[in-house]
């Protein structure tokens, strides 16, 4: 999956990334998303100075002070 806004370096982890998941998971597409999703996320948090679970922790906190969008009716 190329992507316009990355950099060819970014873009050569991204494929690594999915390379091996497909060889992890070979039948299944589903895993194969969750685990690229899971590893993406880990180097975001790697990037930030934070280990995966406080990654999520701060999204997780900043999500709850975000604006609440208005109701569909």
């Known amino acids: 999956m190329k992507t316009g ?5 970014a873009q050569e982890d991204l ?3 999915q390379r091996l998941a497909a060889a992890e998971f070979p039948n ?8 690229v999703a ?3 996320v ?5 990037r930030k100075g934070m280990t995966l679970l ?3 922790a701060s999204l ?7 604006p609440k969008a208005p109701a569909v009716r």
Request: aromatic share 2%; charged share 30%.
């Open 5 to 9: 806004h990355m950099s060819g370096a």
């Open 15 to 17: 494929e690594e990334i």
């Open 28 to 35: 299944d597409p589903a895993m194969q998303q969750v685990h």
């Open 38 to 40: 899971r590893k993406l």
């Open 42 to 46: 880990a180097q975001e948090a790697k």
């Open 54 to 56: 406080e990654y999520v």
């Open 60 to 66: 997780r906190r900043h999500a709850r002070h975000a």
